[in-house]
């Protein structure tokens, strides 16, 4: 990945060996046709200058006309143009950036690509995702579609191709995490809501096609069918209308400060944000809810995150909080973990050992090396200067161990070291566009609920004359929002209708 | 018809004939023995002869050669499918049941062509008779009456996958061996089959019939070390007719023109008039009460084995469902028999609780049992163990068809038998296997679902299993699977095939002429004058568009176009489904080619995956080893494994793919003969060719 990163910018225009140029969807593994169009981001986000959005496939062309307004014919191939982009519905002016033309099949996917260098600002981002969302034939790429489309072309050599799947791995993570982030709270519940509606529906209709003629199963089980599939559908058609207004976009690198109680989280959480924005106490179990602050650090946006101290607990509010702030870690992009020196062993030689085992305890999977984090060891000054350069020595000589961080939050001293340290990794992360856009995110929710709501049309078409295409438009309905939700499968339907249903022939 | 009046002739001739004893056959070999001659051993034993294998079959009673050990009927949603299918690719259950039909119906003709559910009640003589006939004078067949006690196995031939090669079978009472290179097993619920009625319990696979198989399971479980499972199922008492007050029961009578399974039959051999109707009823509050207390007694519902959801016993809906209504159909068992099948009514109580239940039943009050029902529980072999052909991935040779795979159902053991029939026949004629594909067919969805995801109760199909359920219509199972089934499997006479194509041709003309009819709407109006057509559209409208309206019927526009419609009038009813549904076919066709391309690139069966050089992660390790995916399509649909995996296995695929091309290459070059075990789809040349043909199928 690093790799990749610190080659962006020569690749940009050169278009060779392009190793991130794609983005990728939440886990859903992809079901699309080659014959699509698709596109997405294809740079990072924070302070970027400059964002890149891509488009592959026979539309690119038309795409790259109706988007730059380039009414009298497409660029020559490689050539860097600078237009206004305007939406193609609203012909509002989302931004003035560059277009590049690369006709298949001298392009890195083989297929025709059309290339927009925007500004990074997350409204221009968003701006111009939704009008490419909004051209007929376009839908945003799926987890590593462009690579794959590359692989497929011949595109890739033999090295390249080995990295792959770790790329398409990396990159499903990253999205999931992002998906998961947008989709906490009220809108996942929506969606999930929507999903349960859908699947009885279906399971109701296919109970009745699989099963009314020899069992129980009356006409009636079909109105009822009728009545949720339009209010569904009207419900979508709502939430797509006032969404772009209503949602607020959980974008920035996800950091969350986690660690045992009373290492001093919330210290360095109010240090962090510059104000007392958590309560900080002596005592032991003071932080119970995730207390979450939007930051700017050196120029990256940050979403920051206290968490309660990781211990098994008898008191429910607090055990509460302790699942999410697991729950909130498996959903970082980096983690801060905090360790009260005072617990460290008193032997400089088992010091690695513990903190190892420390590290297990608080990241939800230690195998799992994709999951960034710091190692933040806090009230140094209690301990002997000797001693904590003792312990410097030992962790140096450990190859596996990740950068550890020696500060106070009391005394503020080493805090100048560790904000470097977390810049760093904040701008690999902010570089990387495999930290998950939220916008392409909502682009992808969109376009998939606007599906479903296309195929649920089907529903009523032929709901009088021929039940089987009408159960197909709610089979597609719901592989929409699967898409979003999680896979529906056959079995999940048939496990509705043998509840729902005594079906005895 | 002809043909079987002609056969019922030599009936008696070739019978004698074949009661040949086990003895005369000891000392020969087959290319195929198939054991059990059920919905699924006939099929494959009739399948394997098809394509030429000299085949054996053996059986504990040739009496009991395609009986119908359960309900009397055949068909209906889903498995209406499968016996066209199992039809289209010439096997026999189709024509059997146009034979021995007594009423017939398709369900859910309201619903939409792609759902309807052919069915018929069945005489259970009628059916068994035709079997027999058939079998008995088959070609290359030999039948013989015999109990297998083991399998002979020897060691694996290790240019194949696998860890044993099956070399034949031995038979029980004097240990004769009967050599033979493919053996399907299609034992049923014999395998240490048991039977439940009350608190009693014996050894058995079906009441009536001597336990049989336990050499066989041994054999399965402990020398092979195959993963088995346990099920169960149970069967209703039979019910005297004429105990039966049917004034009391709802009359339920078939269709006025029965349509024949069968592609090659325009009639069945029931005339429409001669057909008889079923009864339907209902369970009282007594049933309930009947119920609750007879469970000390019942041993059968009180163990935990899995029983199927959707057949349940009537103790089982009872206490899933309380206190409701339950149907319960009367069936007739034949034309002359005297008993009737309550179907929805199979118990394992004791037999007098049994009698105490039926009468609490209107209809039934002075009912008395004939033969009472029963529970049965038996081992299946894990189905995930074999290859999409049917056969064991550890034992060369081996097939498995039928219930032994956890199955339910005369159809799914008849397409089951089918295919492992073929394959078992093609292996032993050193042809490699075949796979058949979701993508264009029910038998296809049956298998992959099987193979690939196990099963945890027994498996029935159901049309809402099949994703691409509107392409795959049981209109079009001959225009899917016929040519296929005589251009590259070698099952399917050339009569059928002949007719098949000349409906293709036919059906592919008139859609053509179809589309070459285009007018406004107003002129549509004029010329159709019954049919509601909405006039606000303004562009023209082909025949074939004006067919996709509910109203229009294709005699109707062929009333209109005498001189260009007319010659395909015998088509009228299914050229209307294909211009509803193509466009809808259309659709899917795309998502059906790339899961084509993901079936056609098969993974190795014997792949270490655990030191495979791939990064891949543990989880998904365990899952592929354990599931040992045939196929990247089938590796793809496993739960758990990610896109990073697929990616990784692809380029994996590709790689080794590549590399035994060029291995191959090579090995031509020195004349050593091609790879036999490598699973063929060859879906491309298939769908060129129908391009070639222009063919109106959306397989």
Known sequence: ??????????????????????????????????????????????????????????????????????????????????????????????????????????????????????????????????????????????????????????????????????????????????????????????????????????????????????????????????????????????????????????????????????????????????????????????????????????????????????????????????????????????????????????EPQMVSGFLSEYLKNVLPSAKDHEQGYVLILNKSDLLPKEHISMIQNVLTQTSDMAPVSILSCHSREGLDDFLTLLQDRLKTLCGDPLAGSPSLTQTRHRAHLQKCVDALNQYYEYRDTDLALAAEGLRLGLSSLGRITGKVGAEDILDVIFRDFCIGK | MLRLRGLLIQHHFLSNCSARTASSVACREYDVIVVGGGHAGTEAAAAATRIGAETLLITQKIETIGALSCNPSLGGVGKGQLVKEVDALDGLMGRAGDYAGVHFSILNRRKGPAVWGPRAQLDRGRYKEFIQLELLNMPRLTVIEGSVEGLLVSTADPEQPGKHTVTGVRLADGGNEILSSSVILTTGTFLSGSLFMGKTTSPGGRMGEPPSCSGLTHSLREILGLKLGRLKTGTPPRIVKETVDFSLAHLHLPDLRPTPFSFINTHTHCKPEEQIPCHLTYTTPGVDRVVRESLHMNSHIQQDTKGPRYCPSIESRVLRFPGRQHQVWLEPEGLNSDLLYPQGLSMTMPLEMQLRLIREIPALQRADIH???????????????????????????????????????????????????????????????????????????????????????????????????????????????????????????????????????????????????????????????????????????????????????????????????????????????????????????????????????????????????????????????????????????????TPAAIVHLLNYVTRTGRRSRAQRDADRQTKTPDCKHRPQTDQQAESNQNQEAGIVVQN
């Open chain 1, 1 to 346: 990945m690093m790799f990749a990163c610190c080659r962006r910018n020569t690749f940009l225009i050169t278009h060779k060996r392009l190793r991130l140029g794609f983005r990728c969807a939440s886990s859903a593994s992809s079901t699309a046709e080659p014959a699509d169009t698709i596109f997405a981001l294809s740079s990072g986000q924070g302070r970027c200058g400059v964002a890149v959005v891509r488009v592959t496939g026979p539309a690119a062309g038309g795409a790259l006309r109706r988007v730059a307004g380039l009414s009298c014919g497409l660029p020559a191939p490689r050539t860097a143009l600078l237009r206004s982009i305007v939406h193609p519905q609203s012909k509002e002016v989302l931004d003035r950036g560059l277009v590049l033309w690369f006709p298949g099949p001298h392009s890195f996917t083989g297929e025709d690509i059309a290339e927009f260098h925007i500004h990074g600002g997350p409204a221009v981002i968003s701006g111009v995702l939704q009008a490419l969302g909004s051209l007929p034939g376009l839908r945003p790429a799926e987890a590593g579609e462009f690579t794959r489309r590359a692989f497929h072309a011949g595109k890739l050599d033999l090295t390249e191709v080995e990295g792959l799947g770790d790329l398409i791995h990396a990159e499903t993570q990253a999205q999931r995490r992002q998906a998961l982030r947008q989709m906490a709270g009220d809108l996942g519940h929506l969606y999930n809501g929507w999903s349960e509606q859908l699947k009885r529906c279906l399971a109701h209709v296919e109970a009745f096609i699989d099963f009314s003629e020899g069992d129980l199963i009356e006409d009636g089980v079909l109105n009822q069918v009728d009545i949720a599939v339009p209010q569904l559908q009207m419900e979508i058609e709502k939430h797509l209308c006032d969404e772009r207004r209503g949602e607020r976009l959980r974008s920035g690198v996800q950091v969350v400060i986690a660690g045992s109680t009373n290492a001093g989280k919330s210290s360095l959480f109010n240090i962090l944000c510059q104000r007392p924005a958590a309560i900080v106490s002596p005592i032991a179990g003071t932080t119970r809810d995730i207390v979450e602050t939007s930051l700017d650090i050196g120029g990256f946006p940050v979403l920051l995150s206290d968490t309660a101290g990781l211990r098994d607990t008898g008191d429910c509010v607090e055990r509460e909080g302790v699942r999410r702030a697991r729950q909130m870690v498996g959903l970082a992009d980096l983690t801060l973990v905090l360790v009260d020196s005072m617990q460290l062993p008193q």
């Open chain 2, 371 to 641: 033969t009472p029902g029963y529970g049965v529980q038996y081992d299946f072999v894990c189905p995930t163990q074999l290859f999409p052909w049917l056969q064991l991935k550890s034992i060369q040779g081996l097939f498995l068809a039928g219930q032994i795979n956890g199955t339910t159902g005369y159809e799914e053991a008849a397409a089951q038998g089918l295919w492992a029939g073929i394959n078992a026949g093609r292996t032993a004629l050193s042809m490699p296997p075949l796979s058949l594909s979701r993508t264009e067919s029910y038998i296809g969805v049956l298998i992959d679902d099987l193979v690939g995801h196990g099963v945890t109760e027994p498996y029935r199909m159901f049309t809402s299993r099949a994703e691409f359920r509107t392409s795959l219509r049981p209109d079009n199972a001959d225009l899917r699977l016929t040519p296929k089934g005589f251009e590259e499997i070698g099952c399917v006479s050339s009569p059928r095939y002949l007719e098949a194509v000349r409906v293709r041709q036919g059906l592919s003309e008139a859609l053509s002429a179809l589309k070459s009819i285009t007018m406004s709407p107003s002129r549509w109006k004029e010329k159709l004058r019954d049919a509601c057509i909405s006039e606000t559209k303004s562009t023209l409208i082909s025949g074939e568009e004006m067919l996709q309206y509910k109203d229009v019927s294709f005699d109707m526009v062929a009333s209109a176009f005498p001189e260009i419609l007319s010659p395909y009038l015998e088509f009228s009813e299914r050229i209307k489904i294909e211009a509803v549904y193509r466009p809808h076919c259309e659709k899917q066709q795309r998502e059906m080619e790339r899961m084509r391309e993901e079936e056609s690139l098969s993974l190795c069966p014997d792949i270490d995956y655990f030191s495979l050089p791939v990064s891949l992660s543990d989880e998904v390790r365990e899952i592929l080893d354990r599931v040992r995916p045939s196929t990247l399509g089938a590796a793809m649909r496993l739960q758990g494994v």
